[in-house]
């Protein structure tokens, strides 16, 4: 049986509220300050604003985490650019224990990577609540730049994203996910028999 993901965005929370209900003052400047840094091209957001298809979108994630820090603030700026992208998070509490059965929990059992509970995980959902992509926990721009600093210079993995372009490299990527799922549903046969265009 699929995982009830509407009953999950039905229980998630909007960015604002998320920080609200979770973070404390610190984590609060933290997110802040790592919003600050991300900045959309002018092409970016008129991509977004092209968008023609509801998009829920659900991330699984922590206050405390530093990759959500760096991943949700891009993915926040991503969707407030595009009326379609409705944007929601589920809490993950650093102590995780499987065995528990909040919502967090067994979302976070669902959306195991690597044989382990990650943060951010971000679930792309169709209109209809129909799962499209999951994808998590770090952008391969992130993976590249940690491996050759823990590698160093020497090590051969293909473009390295200088910590000073991460931000810029990460919503390209990023971006990336968001296009090729609005794309899939523009062109869902179902989807569009649903909305009349078929």
């Known amino acids: 049986m699929s995982f009830d993901f509407k009953s999950v965005f039905d229980h998630a929370l909007p960015y604002d509220r998320f920080l609200d209900t979770y973070a404390n003052a610190d984590d609060k400047k933290r997110w802040a300050d ?4 991300v900045q959309l091209s002018t092409d970016q ?3 977004l604003a092209g968008f023609r298809r509801k998009m829920p979108v659900i991330c699984l994630a922590g206050v405390w985490c530093g990759d959500c820090v760096s991943a949700c603030s891009i993915l926040h700026a991503i969707a407030r ?3 379609m992208i409705d944007f929601r998070f589920i809490h993950r509490d650093r102590n995780f224990l499987p065995q528990a059965t909040d919502l967090g929990t067994r979302l976070a059992n669902e959306l195991s990577i690597c044989g382990g509970p990650r943060v951010p995980v971000v679930v792309f959902l169709s209109e ?3 799962e499209c992509e999951r994808f998590g926990e770090r952008t391969l721009a992130t993976y590249r730049q940690k491996i050759s600093a823990r590698q160093g210079a020497s090590c051969s993995t293909g473009l390295m994203a200088h910590p000073d372009n991460l931000v ?6 990023w971006l990336t996910h968001f296009e090729r799922i609005q794309l899939m549903l523009q062109l869902s046969p179902r ?3 649903l909305n009349g265009e078929a």
């Open 34 to 37: 790592v919003s600050a840094t």
């Open 45 to 47: 957001k008129n991509l």
């Open 81 to 83: 650019e595009s009326q």
């Open 128 to 130: 209809d609540f129909c």
């Open 168 to 173: 810029k490299a990460n919503t390209a990527e």
């Open 191 to 193: 989807l569009m028999k």
